[in-house]
T-cell receptor, first 113, second 112 residues
Framework: DAKTTQPPSMDCAEGRAANLPCNHS???????VYWYRQIHSQGPQYIIH???NNETNEMASLIITEDRKSSTLILPHATLRDTAVYYC??????????????FGKGTKLSVIP | NAGVMQNPRHLVRRRGQEARLRCSPM?????VYWYRQLPEEGLKFMVY????????ESGMPKERFSAEFPKEGPSILRIQQVVRGDSAAYFC??????????FGSGTQLSVL
């Protein structure tokens, strides 16, 4: 899987949008961008994934640049419960090795009251 | 629709004892994965199983660790003769295919 680079930490005011960046300059054409988060002491939680089009679901939006070398996860109205470590992961979907998620250090997001 | 269930939530063992960690996947999921998270570190892949088969155990230590996913019942991660370095959070995940993995709440293993 391609390597990703994320800032180690970010702060966000409660109620504001949280924009978490991720660089994946070596991503391959068949690799998806996945986002998971881990709230303290809990198991990772799937947030969203995409290939090249922007995606939105009930939790977040994913914006992928046209060259696919970077992406941004957007939490539109951050709450205190969104305080967590956010992991950006690139992986193929399907085929040998696709099941392994390679977790880096992620971004520790702190939502401030 | 219950999620991935892991038990026990906390497990304390003395050095040399055996640890058995159980994982029941989400209903309809036949793929199970085990990950380990050492203190202050990221999650590391250990093993991937489908019913009665180990598909990939490349992340599993060669000795003392084993995993199974029998036809009936939960998946079991077994650690024999535990040492202090085995103290970690062990997470199980399941999936129906190759897209989304759903994780359990983990088992925190403490070795005294």
């Amino acid at each position: 899987d391609a390597k990703t680079t994320q800032p180690p930490s970010m702060d966000c005011a409660e109620g504001r949008a949280a924009n978490l960046p991720c660089n994946h300059s070596t991503i391959s054409g068949n690799e998806y961008v996945y986002w998971y988060r881990q709230i303290h002491s809990q198991g990772p939680q799937y947030i969203i994934h995409g290939l090249k089009n922007n995606e939105t679901n009930e939790m977040a939006s994913l914006i992928i640049t046209e060259d696919r070398k970077s992406s941004t996860l957007i939490l539109p109205h951050a709450t205190l419960r969104d305080t967590a470590v956010y992991y950006c992961i690139v992986r193929v979907a399907g085929g040998a090795g696709s099941y392994q998620l390679t977790f880096g250090k992620g971004t520790k997001l702190s939502v401030i009251p | 629709n219950a999620g991935v269930m892991q038990n026990p939530r906390h497990l304390v063992r003395r050095r040399g004892q055996e640890a058995r960690l159980r994982c029941s996947p989400m209903k309809g999921h036949s793929h199970v994965y085990w990950y380990r998270q050492l203190p202050e570190e990221g999650l590391k892949f250990m093993v991937y199983l489908q019913k009665e088969n180990i598909i990939d155990e490349s992340g599993m230590p060669k000795e003392r660790f084993s995993a199974e996913f029998p036809k009936e019942g939960p998946s079991i991660l077994r650690i024999q003769q535990v040492v202090r370095g085995d103290s970690a959070a062990y997470f199980c995940a399941s999936s129906a295919g190759a897209e989304k993995l759903f994780f359990g709440s983990g088992t925190q293993l403490s070795v005294l």
